[in-house]
């Protein structure tokens, strides 16, 4: 998003919001990484306590998209952690928001991908590889589907049905 805010992009797409074509998230989320603001087009996952497909996806590819993971809002362990953010950088996500927590926050702070999540914890997490990739979630009050838009700044994150002309 090159010089619009989230705020902007609110201000100035009302119809948008009331059809529910453009959603903010709650404002639940730290912000983590060196990249403060970031977009792309969402990639979805449904992993509790457990980090393997996390881990998968971004071995891949990012080619700009943004991995929205529903932790189920866990904070018993830590979903994510610096080696899986580090590589993340190097293949090209934009970022990754997590429903959950994440772990070696001062690497992750060193790497230029921005990152969402809702504190840190220690513990690591389970390697049992269970989850669902691509399916729908809800976190932050919002439903994301795979293929929609994340757009987000220091002001919150927003959902979008289609890449917002801005």
């Not at 929205?68 to 990754?96: E, F, H, K, T």
């Not at 269970?130 to 002001?155: C, F, M, N, Q």
């Amino acid at each position: 998003m090159a010089l619009v805010t989230t705020a902007e992009v609110c201000d100035t797409n009302p119809q948008q919001i009331v059809s529910g074509e453009l959603r903010a998230l709650q404002p639940i989320f730290q912000i983590y990484g060196r990249r403060q603001v970031f977009s792309g087009p969402v990639v979805t996952l449904k992993a509790f306590e457990d980090n393997v497909l996390i881990r998968e996806f971004l071995e891949e590819r990012g080619s700009g998209r943004v991995l929205v993971v529903d932790g189920g809002g866990s904070l018993r362990c830590a979903i994510l952690g610096g080696n899986p953010v580090v590589q993340a950088q190097n293949n090209g996500w934009a970022g990754i928001v997590v429903n959950g927590c994440i772990r070696d926050v001062d690497e992750i702070n060193g790497c230029d991908i921005g990152v969402r999540a809702l504190g840190s914890h220690p513990m690591k997490a389970n390697k049992k590889g269970i989850g669902e990739k691509h399916v729908p979630i809800t976190i932050g009050g919002t439903r994301i589907s795979d293929g929609e838009w994340l757009y987000a700044d220091t002001d919150g994150i927003l959902i979008s049905r289609a890449e917002l002309c801005v």
